[in-house]
């Protein structure tokens, strides 16, 4: 079955940006995926196909003093917290992958919190 509406587009965008946007081990991918209910940050090595680093709101650390794990709060938690594991990684820099959502909302909050926290996009 295939996607319809909005998850079209986002599908259709993100297939887009995937063509450009690869990580390799020297510059690992942050991508970025968000629901309604919560956001989830994981850097990850294409070509050997492997996830380096996840973090999610579910994640007990990000989890802590949260109403809400949709929402900005929870993006800067999770961008924070990526950061310093993919710091404890050796991970300095990364290549953004936005998953086909806009810059803008969660999605910037995150990976603004990630950079100032330490990673270089």
Do not use: W
């Amino acid at each position: 079955m295939r996607p319809t509406g909005k998850d079209e587009k986002r599908s259709l965008r993100h297939n887009r940006l995937r063509a450009r946007v690869e990580g390799t081990a020297g510059r690992p991918r942050l991508a970025v995926y968000r629901s309604l209910r919560h956001v989830y940050a994981q850097i990850i090595d294409d070509s050997a196909g492997r996830t380096l680093v996840f973090v999610s709101s579910l994640s007990k650390e990000v989890r802590e003093g949260l109403l809400h794990g949709g929402n900005k709060a929870a993006a800067e938690k999770v961008g924070q917290v990526v950061a310093r594991k993919a710091a404890d990684a050796g991970i300095k820099q990364v290549c953004f992958d936005r998953g086909g959502f806009k810059y803008h909302g969660v999605v910037a909050v995150l990976a603004e919190a990630a950079r100032k926290a330490g990673l270089e996009f």
